[in-house]
Every structure is written in structure tokens, then in C-alpha cells.
């Protein structure tokens, strides 16, 4: 498989839905819009990955527990890989 940029998949995805969905001009800009959204959340560090999907399960939850949902979509998203952390050192002088 060919490497593409991301860019370079949004303007063909952009393509296709012009020309072979046939899509109104709005909702190719709509579409397109999102998708670039996507793809600027996607390039964010994954602790800010990690606390926007941790928001998303928790409204998830909470939406059920109040019984205004019947089912927690929010449980097949994964969670983004943090890499290991080494715990800070403390280091202290003898006077």
C-alpha cells in the first residue's frame, strides 16, 4: 500500500464525492470540513487524545445512568497508547 499524506486523502476523498456520489456542493464542504477536524484531533498529543476520549466515555456513562441513552457506543472506542512514564526522581541533599 502507498503511503499518502493525510491532505492528500481528504482532497480525493473530496474527489470522489463530487464526482462519484454526486453529493450537493454543501454537503461535500460539510463532509470535508469534518474530516479535516478529524485529521487535526488525530496529529494532537495523545494525552490530549487520551482526555477528549475519557470525556466522551464519561458523557457516555453518565447519559445512561440518567437512562437518557439505552446503550454506550462510547465502549468501542479505544483508547489512545500513552507511552510508559518513568516516575520522577526526588532527590534530596544531606546538609
Do not use: C
Not at 492528500?8 to 464526482?19: A, C, G, M, W
Amino acid at each position: 500500500m502507498t503511503k499518502h499524506s493525510i491532505d492528500n486523502l481528504i482532497d480525493s476523498f473530496t474527489v470522489y464525492l463530487e464526482v462519484n456520489k454526486n453529493y450537493a456542493k454543501g454537503t461535500v464542504e460539510i463532509y470535508n470540513y469534518t474530516i479535516v477536524r478529524l485529521a487535526s484531533w488525530l496529529k494532537e498529543a495523545a494525552t490530549t487524545r487520551a482526555r477528549i476520549v475519557s470525556a466522551i466515555k464519561q458523557f457516555f456513562k453518565w447519559a445512561i445512568k440518567q437512562q437518557y441513552l439505552q446503550y454506550d457506543v462510547s465502549q468501542y472506542i479505544e483508547n489512545p497508547k500513552l507511552g510508559e512514564w518513568l516516575p520522577k526522581v526526588f532527590h534530596y541533599k544531606m546538609q
